[in-house]
């Protein structure tokens, strides 16, 4: 798979993510203040998406760089 | 002391001290250092910066491991650092939506942009959009779209310059911002893209490595009952000239006085259970005055307690409209900023430009999370002003100490020379390569071109200067939101299209440029916020529904890219001949 084909993908499966914290957010704030663990859904919610954010852009590179070897 | 409608007015706390800022000489000394040593290194590397490519680019060999510190350097501008801290710090858990779009904003530069930018463009963003053209038009659309939002950015730096060198080292506005404009033309010109790599670089490093120092004091410091006993009555009230350091804790669960050192779960679980003391201005009182009120930890890390984000809590069709507009231009824009675009560039190859953005966003992604803890530390710590957001962080590192107070302040003013050396290099690179060389189509050897470069940025950061002040009075932060709504309208539907879609034209590109541009700038010049903050007007007077433009002009942009590409494509007799 090219990386750009790949990176794509990466890019829509983040973007759901990212839609539907902020449609959440938006539609059903209510939701965001349930808490799991003691802290709400809305910090879980956020701190997942800068997380995933860092672990997809290091797979990505894994990836990547399996194609160019 | 009472006021006529039964609040209590505090007019100053016998015993206490009100929020001074005197000027700290270990900060100006530490600053000084980094001066010193940014303007070192500029002069160091002026002897590579003698060719286009070494001036623009940095001959395309840093090393991608130091242009990913070096994006973090460039995008975590003042608004960043200050300001999402002071968010958080004031209105809890609002700021951070702005540290997730943000760095949302760096998966589409990742995935989608890096590669491409880095194998079609030499210096510029314009020569991305227009390697398969070379057309004029292209190239002006997109030099003026880069200077617009290199500018919407700088001011916001520059006046941030200034409103930081006051309380932090007790000097003028003015002087502020001539210090940065002087220090920031100086390595511009000197080192071009070499010397402003490393300044960022070193800026980068220096903000995250110390947010990590900060966030770990305060999980050290835990969370304590700090209430001091003249603010223990809910009624008091405080005037700006008059006001004592807040952020006070006025409960904890299980009535605990303090907490002692905690994991950063358990910091943020027990902070939902306490009663946090939060002060807001009070619009009625004639003279800038606050009152307090208890609020829920709870409630503090939910959404919508600020004005920006209240609309998340109503029904308004509008105010809905508003939230998810900004949150896309968040996302959108960021790969937009024609001041990251060109740091693809300044490595070797597509991997390296790959490797480099993944960096950058480890780096920026592990800050934003910081700033979480770094706002919610400030909003406990009994330090803060009232009339101040942007002097949060600052003001947590001097409940620490001095010294860290001095290291923080010092960053922050690095954090503006970082930034304002990108934005004026990309404005260089526009004036010097797009405008001079291919739309005014004037004959330059590349000594000539690194001539332009220089006289641009000399002549762009003298602007720059003269604009930060004269707008020392004017809120200007929102302009970094403009810069955001600009460019992820103008220049992000150009740039995916002919990425993805063959049948882009010159002219479809062109005219979604200009569209994206123009629509997103005449939408924000008639919005509401506009209206309040800039002409002081009443904002339900305002024509537009809304006041951020991304949702109604991105799609926009997109449709007059399709619908102009598809009216000009070549006819199939001439693509033959071609």
Redesign the interface.
Known sequence: MSSSRRGLYYFLVYLIFYTTFVLISAYQPALLEHEIGGVTLALHGGIFLIVCAIGMAMLYCWACREKNT | MRHRNGHALLLGLPGKEHVTYHASHLGIGIFALFIAFTLGLSFYFARQSTSAKGYFAAHGQIHWFVNGIAFAGDYLSAASFLGICGMIAFYG?DG??Y??GY??G???A???IA??VKRLGRYTFGDVLDHRFQSRGIKLAAALSTLVVSLFYLIPQMVGAGALIKPLFGLPHWSGVILVGSVVITIVVTGGMVSTTWVQFLKGGLLVVFSTILTLLILQRGLRVNVPDALRDPSVKMFASSAVPVGHVASLPEGQTATGPLGP?AY??TL??SVIVQWSRDYDSETPAYSQRRTAG?DV????NSPTFKG??NKRTQD?LN??SL?LAL?AGTASLPHILIRYYTVKD??AA??S??VG??AI??F??LT?FLGLGAMTSGALDVSNSNMAAPLLARSFSEWLFAMISAIAFTTVLGTVSGLILAASGTVAHDLLKSVFKMELTEQAEVRAGRLTAVGVGAIAVVLGILFEKMNVTFLVGWAFSIAASANLPALTMLLFWKGTTKQGITASVFVGMLSSLAWILLSGDTYRDVYSLDPARSIVPFSQPGIVTIPLAFVVLIAVSLCTRPKASATAEI
């Open positions: 858990y951070f939506l540290s997730i760095l949302a760096w998966v589409v990742l995935f989608v590669e491409p779960l943020l679980r939902s259970r709870s890390l939910r959404p919508g998340v809590r809905k939230f998810l949150m996302f597509q991997a790959r490797k953005t993944a966003i480890a992604g592990f934003y999370v979480l």
